[in-house]
């Protein structure tokens, strides 16, 4: 189950199914649990350059993974995984 939000003013719709294809592939590599439900959220709108949040297991606290996907390239810009 996921689901996406825009916190700045145009709404744009995401990439969804490449960007949590990404998302997992970084879980899977760095042996982070991939947890439901994922929220997809948009961080930076620069028109060239949006970059996307992925946050699992989004409605409780700890085992988190959180990611930042550039969407130009699907590059990841940051990536973390809090466990408590």
Known sequence: MSWWRSTK?????????KLLEVARNVATACGWPWLEPVEIALESAAPDDRTWLIH????????????????????VVRAGYLPR
Do not use: A, L, S
């Open 9 to 17: 003013g145009d709404e744009v719709e995401p990439p969804r199914d």
């Open 56 to 75: 699992t297991n989004c409605q409780r606290r700890g085992m988190n993974i959180r990611i930042v996907i550039r969407e130009v390239d699907f590059r």
